[in-house]
């Protein structure tokens, strides 16, 4: 059984920093792309970051310069550096890894809540 456990989260004052983490543990095999969500209350899930396998990043315009997404392969772990954080970046937010070997996979965490106000 895969398991997905994020940590990180928490209150922060706008301007402030967070760093999120998501480690995959149990039956896992190869992974591809890892991936950040966000959502809140009424509106859909938001895809925030992308990281390949080799590193090449994507992310949504409105966390572009600053948010960054890593990954330590070694260890099955991502991470979300947020900088500069603003009341709008308060969500839960989802980490999500692709399993392609042995089979076609998606995994998410559990989510971990990001408050960003004074």
């Known amino acids: 059984q895969v398991q997905l456990v994020e940590s990180g989260g928490g209150l922060v004052q706008p301007g402030g920093s967070l760093r999120l983490s998501c480690t995959a543990s149990g039956s896992i095999g190869t992974i591809s792309v890892m991936r950040w969500y966000r959502q809140t209350p009424g509106k859909q899930r938001e895809l925030v970051a992308v990281?390949?396998?080799?590193?090449?990043?994507t992310y949504v315009d409105s966390v572009r310069g600053r948010f960054t997404i890593s990954r330590d392969n070694a260890k099955n772990t991502m991470y979300l550096q947020m900088n500069r954080l603003k009341p709008e970046d308060t969500a839960v937010y989802y980490c999500?890894?692709?399993?392609?070997?042995?089979?076609?996979?998606?995994?998410w965490g559990q989510g971990t809540q990001v408050t960003v106000s004074s």
């Open positions: 999500n890894v692709a399993e392609v070997v042995p089979s076609s996979r998606n995994y």
């Open positions: 990281i390949s396998k080799s590193g090449t990043t």
